[in-house]
């Protein structure tokens, strides 16, 4: 990386012979995410080498082939329709506790605890499979194709994905594999259909099967089986990966600010008295709800959403020539001083709504923003404040060390070094 040059808040610098801008003050993130965003595509080398793995599925596609798609699958996501998964997302985490207590004070490795568990929540959610069975299988799959992405983005002279070189050849492994099991139940799901004229019971109310009813409105089509395909393996990698590294982050916050957690732990004593967390107590977990959001605001785990001027554009005041990068950072902007008072800090409160403060839109923004937002937000949101919770309610994670550890930002914010925790039963805590 060299020559550095601020322009205001958009910092220019050169990458491979690329110019890269990257926008800090929320105003330009909007522009270029909302405003303008039909000005910008998806042509980055991030998502040129997503779209090897996630084909045509709605984060990698564009146009209108992503506007029908979006248009077709938004109301699968809606909270009615996704509230139901609310007892699958505790149970799961539910599950994990009685693993960790069955051996107390065990050091546990939680950042890859949670991916399991949200691999887990995405594959139940998503596919209803017995992913006691298949997770090894397909848990493996989709984190051979995750890193292969992450080598391939770190990559300084890329490689092409036809290159018959041994990384390519495991990636294309792990993709045949993902491919199989995923049509595999599009076809079974199909031919159950048919018979009984209905999904299979089971079946009947996960996010596949309402991808399989979903029809466009205007044109009355539903998807073929290659597109379902697209969306479930981007659904699967979307929906799990972003999500553990959420709930990594933020046991290490809560482990490293005491009061913080006594806090927590004083609403879910007063809002559940021992029950497991359902959706119907999410309005009583307010607290939670900022614990989460102040996690996001430090660590968001897309910390760089990156776009492409299609045509010469101003942004904050930076001529940018079409085709050059644009990178928006909920990361750097989250620390703006100008929007966050000591933005360095852990404070929940900032998110208190009944103290709210005036900041502008884009001045937070962990899901994205304007037609490209993600569309599983509000899963999100509901996923991590029932699993930290269900967790938080039964039993304590403490550092194993006070060493500060750092972010790894590569196509998500992961930790430089795995989170390892001891895990210790709360006393007084429900079983
Ligand atoms: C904490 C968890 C999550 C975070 C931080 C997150 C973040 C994001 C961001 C920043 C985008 C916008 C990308 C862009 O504009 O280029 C996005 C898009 C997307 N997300 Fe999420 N996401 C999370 C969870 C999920 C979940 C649970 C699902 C599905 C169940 C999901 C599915 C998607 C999809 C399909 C898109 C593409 C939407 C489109 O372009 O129309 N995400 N996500």
């Keep these: ?3 550095f040059r601020a322009c205001g808040d958009v910092v220019r610098f050169r990458l491979l012979n690329r110019s890269l801008f990257l926008v800090a003050h929320p105003r ?31 984060l990698t596609s564009e146009g209108a082939y992503w506007l029908r798609q979006r248009r077709i ?24 506790v009685d693993d960790w207590l069955r051996s107390p004070s065990e050091t546990v490795n939680v950042t890859a605890d949670m991916m ?15 992913v006691s069975q298949e997770a090894d299988r397909v848990g493996r799959a989709l984190h051979t194709m995750l890193r292969g992405a992450n080598e391939a983005i770190g990559r300084v002279v890329p490689m092409p994905a036809w290159w018959p070189s041994r990384a390519n050849r495991v990636q294309r492994a792990a993709m045949r594999t993902l491919d199989d099991v995923i049509l595999e139940i599009i076809a079974s799901r199909r031919t159950s259909a048919g018979l009984a004229g209905s999904m299979t019971r089971a079946s009947d109310d996960d996010l596949l099967s309402m991808l399989m009813e979903a029809r466009d409105e205007e044109t009355g089509e539903g998807m073929s089986d290659a597109q379902l395909r697209d969306e479930v393996m981007t659904i699967f990698l979307a929906g799990h990966e ?18 913080v957690r006594q806090r927590l732990e004083r609403e879910l004593d007063h809002a559940l008295g021992g029950r ?45 020539p079409a085709g050059a990068i644009v990178l928006t950072s ?19 409160d900032r998110f208190d709504p009944t103290r709210p403060v005036e900041r502008p839109p884009f001045a937070y923004f962990p899901f994205g923003g304007g037609p490209r937002q993600c569309i ?25 060390d006070r060493r500060e550890i750092g972010g790894d930002p590569a196509i998500t914010l992961r930790a430089a070094t795995p989170i390892t925790m001891r895990v210790s039963r709360r006393a007084g805590a429900p079983a």
């Design 116 to 130: 399991r568990l949200t691999l887990r929540i995405v594959g139940e959610t998503l596919l209803s499979t017995d």
């Design 1 to 3: 990386m060299s020559g």
């Design 376 to 400: 599983g937000n509000t899963f999100a949101m509901m996923e991590l404040v029932l699993v930290v919770s269900a967790i938080a309610q039964r039993c304590r994670l403490d550092a194993t």
């Design 242 to 259: 972003t999500t553990a590294i959420a709930l990594g982050w933020t046991w290490h916050l809560l482990a490293a600010h005491p009061s």
């Design 330 to 348: 909920p990361y750097v902007t989250h620390r703006h001083p100008k929007f966050w008072a000591n933005p360095e800090r852990f404070d929940p």
């Design 28 to 58: 330009d993130a909007r522009r270029v995410l909302q405003d303008h965003a039909n000005q910008y595509d998806k042509g980055t080398r991030g998502f040129r080498v997503l779209r090897v793995f996630l084909r045509n599925g709605l």
């Design 73 to 96: 699958m938004q109301p699968a996501f809606h909270r009615d329709r996704t509230a139901g998964f609310g007892d699958t997302m505790t149970s799961a985490a539910g599950d994990l």
């Design 276 to 320: 497991p967390p359902t959706m119907a107590d999410l309005p009583r977990l307010g607290y939670v709800d900022q614990v989460v959001k102040e996690s996001m605001r430090l660590y968001p785990p897309a910390w760089v959403v990156s776009r492409r001027p299609m045509s010469e554009d101003v942004v904050g005041g930076c001529r940018i």
